[in-house]
T-cell receptor
Framework: QKEVEQNSGPLSVPEGAIASLNCTYS??????FFWYRQYSGKSPELIMF????GDKEDGRFTAQLNKASQYVSLLIRDSQPSDSATYLC?????????????FGKGTTLSVSS | DTGVSQNPRHKITKRGQNVTFRCDPI?????LYWYRQTLGQGPEFLTY????????KSRLLSDRFSAERPKGSFSTLEIQRTEQGDSAMYLC???????????FGQGTRLTVV
């Protein structure tokens, strides 16, 4: 059973600070990694994806991937109250039967002004 | 084409009744996923299609659940003999290829009374 683990939080940071969200996964063959943001009552929306080890930056967001440690993270710089949401880590693997996109339970982020 | 479309948005049904949901993916997207989400949890994988072929079905999925994707376009998810535990948000997502990011519809909220 492939698993994706996240700390449920809540993670509370002041406005302007860096928020760090972490995720670990069990399937060593996983190839693609995604971060989604979900506001209360809404469906998930894609923030970033990363396929290779290292960092990938997009505006205030940086995704970090370490396949050896089976670890992926999301950094949000200059956090804003509008960033308050649940952040979902999702992983897809290719070397086992079944290549579904599997989600973690999500980390709730609260940014205070 | 503005995105993934799900209908209905809300469904209230009596226990024991059958319900069917529809998902229209983004045009030309080959992959289509169904998820179930309850409050405070991440999206739980139910099943996915590659074109018209249903490639994986979660072991957690009861035999009361069935999904189809005729002609590889829209998909339907049917729940037979609904139970109160089936109350949840049912989310559909589509992606172009296996490793590509998935985009979600707005979901169908099911309430079983």
């Amino acid at each position: 059973q492939k698993e994706v683990e996240q700390n449920s939080g809540p993670l509370s940071v002041p406005e302007g600070a860096i928020a760090s969200l972490n995720c670990t996964y069990s399937d060593r063959g996983s190839q693609s990694f995604f971060w989604y943001r979900q506001y209360s009552g809404k469906s998930p929306e894609l923030i970033m994806f990363i396929y290779s080890n290292g960092d990938k930056e997009d505006g205030r967001f940086t995704a970090q991937l370490n396949k050896a440690s089976q670890y992926v993270s999301l950094l949000i710089r200059d956090s804003q109250p509008s960033d308050s949401a649940t952040y979902l880590c999702a992983v897809i693997g290719l070397n086992q039967a079944g290549t579904a996109l599997i989600f973690g339970k999500g980390t709730t982020l609260s940014v205070s002004s | 084409d503005t995105g993934v479309s799900q209908n209905p948005r809300h469904k209230i049904t009596k226990r024991g009744q059958n319900v069917t949901f529809r998902c229209d993916p983004i045009s030309e997207h080959n992959r289509l996923y169904w998820y179930r989400q309850t409050l405070g949890q991440g999206p739980e994988f139910l099943t996915y299609f590659q074109n018209e072929a249903q490639l994986e079905k979660s072991r957690l999925l009861s035999d009361r659940f069935s999904a189809e994707r005729p002609k590889g376009s829209f998909s339907t998810l049917e729940i037979q003999r609904t139970e109160q535990g089936d109350s949840a948000m049912y989310l559909c997502a589509s992606s172009l290829e296996i490793t590509d990011e998935a985009f979600f519809g707005q979901g169908t909220r099911l309430t079983v009374v």
